[in-house]
């Protein structure tokens, strides 16, 4: 199809479409050049630069689609394309698209495009969510209060599309360039005075640069340094002076203020929900990421959650019900019965109803004793996930971690993640050189437990509230060194943990279900045969021998730590798995031979043990056998070491539970 | 599915892609959302087939009253 010429020939003008990620630029763009570029409803789908020819009467232009950003200062490399598309490009137009029903998520990027004097159109797309929503936003008053058009779109559908068009046709005519900014009075001098020391030329408006030197913006510096240099010295001064005017970093003031300066436009223009946010939910949001009540909430929910709920419910209540009832009173006497009489060969009939039989322990320690206990974590734990807690308490832990002078980053998605098979993943991401991976591997094999084997070893605790207090303090111990450590081997340079935070909300109970269910059947699939194929084999040890053999010489590594020898089956087991040890300490308990030390030693040990045999067979692929041999041997080492002091502290201390 | 600690929406297969570094990708029953690192179990199917009838029944009653 031919395109229709301006009758004059115009220069070639430039326009770009950015926004964050997943907002639905490609769409727009797609409209805008009637070109393809790839949509989908996925965060990323843009990588690269996409350019068309802009469909629009009267305007000659190429448009141009970019990568998600959330904000002029980049972290992520598809971020910095999309800035240097902006910084360098010489742009007539930017068309800043958003969620609309996201407007408070949105506005400060929208307020630092502004601050940074581009020519802007601000269109807020998904107006069609905003609709069924029945929220509705009041264009005219942001018109005012930003001094930039807007235009409400719902790509999917094509309506708004013309009136977006119609904007750019009217930009197209005037001369556009304003001198806005949302600056807090506070920064205002501060910005005046370095921006008095800027004389080159920018691609952007000096004040904009002043800002992003007080963000510390890596590229910023870099200009001034090329185009100021006899002043960077004077401006550099004038920034260390503000900073010491802040208890935090200038970056965090910044966003807060602008943060505030969005709150009062949203409240003005927003008709719908989101007008009340400042509400209880806020104020709690904002306790729950501020280490001083932060760490006290967590504190509650833990106490609640874990202890009361997991500990005590799940792997008291419930499993006095279904194993101490269900499976001792009727299931095991009924099977031994049965199996008795089907079965006449003794060796053989122990394979399934002996003392460690596959119906007698693999199915029980699964079904009777780590089903209601990983039940009650995951219900738990679901409803953490679906109240918005999670991404709330990430930041907590980021904020403590730097507070200590430790790299959030490196550590948090990995710790909430609990996940399997993080750490191959993550080592082989982040990592650069075999030192570095080889030491993420050690702190993540010593470190993280899946959260089920987590949930199973601290229901062993709960009987003894003390020693689970004890245990929570080794652990965080333990903890802040691998932070401490990570932060040396995964030295990034990712400063700061951003993460848009969902709303807090009250759970609902299908998604509590789904995720509660959706846990149990990964963890059942992955541990059930497992459990079952533990029991065979130590049927296999147990007529060939190898089994006594290898209790035997567990034994006195058990007594070194000042267990009873019955405990050496329990950490044989956890060799296997953490869990699957753990269920064998809650045999222990049951039998009323261990003490309230005991099982804390027991616990504290098998946390620290390599999580299970698949995570041994990772790191055998990923680093060889050699390797992998000497991490385990190193956790191993470090894991009876650890149990061996805190057995002779305790006991040194003469403290029982 | 949404990721549930950045509650960004993402692509299941996509999310896949994202980790075939891991060789036990093939096997593996977390995902791991591409934005945020987090990972969460696939969502069980039957789970979900339970919460649709429910909400389909809920549904019905809501159109016959
Ligand atoms: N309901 C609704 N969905 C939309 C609208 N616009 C886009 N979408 C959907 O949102 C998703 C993201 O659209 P994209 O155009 O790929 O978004 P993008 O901003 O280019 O995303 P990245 O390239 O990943 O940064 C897709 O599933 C679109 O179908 C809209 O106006 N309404
Ligand atoms: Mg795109
Ligand atoms: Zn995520």
Known sequence: MPVLEAPQAQAQKKIALVGNPNVGKSLIFNHLSGSYATVSNYPGTTVGVMRGKLKVQGVQAEVVDTPGMYSLISITEEERVARSILMEGNLDLVIHVADAKNLDRMLPFTLQLIEAGFPLILCLNMADELEQRNLSINKEELQKELGIPVVLTAAVTGKGISQLKAEIQKFNQEENQREKDFFPDAFKSVLKEIQSNLKGTYPIQTHAIASLLLQEDIEAVRWVKENDSASFHAIQETINHAKTLYSHSLQYELALSRQKEVERIVNNVFVGESSKRTGFAEKLSQWMMQPLTGLPILAVVLYFGLYKFVGVFGGGTLVDLIEGGLFEGYINPFLVNLFEKIIPWQTFRDLFTGEYGVLTLGVRYAVALVLPIVGAFFLFFAMIEDSGYLPRLAMLVDRVFKKIGLNGRAVIPIVLGFGCDTMATIVTRILETKRERVIATLLLALAIPCSAQLGVILAVLAPYPSALLVWVGVIALEFLFIGYLAAKAMPGEKPSFYMELPPMRFPKISNVFLKTMSRMEWYFKEVFPLFIFASVLIWVGQVTGIFQFLVHSLEPVVQALGLPKEASVAFLFGFFRRDYGAAGLFDLNDAGIMTGVNLLVACVTLTLFLPCVAQFLVMKKEHGMKITLGISAFVLVLALGTGYVLNKLLVGIGWSF | ?65
């Open chain 2, 1 to 65: 599915m949404r990721c549930t600690l950045c509650y960004k929406e993402f692509d299941e297969v996509e999310a896949r892609n994202h980790c075939s570094a891991c060789f036990l990708t093939s096997g593996c029953k977390m995902i791991k959302c591409p934005n945020c690192d987090y990972e969460m179990p696939v969502e069980s199917a039957w789970a979900k087939k339970v919460i649709n009838f429910f909400k389909r029944k809920k549904g019905k009653k809501h159109v016959s009253h």
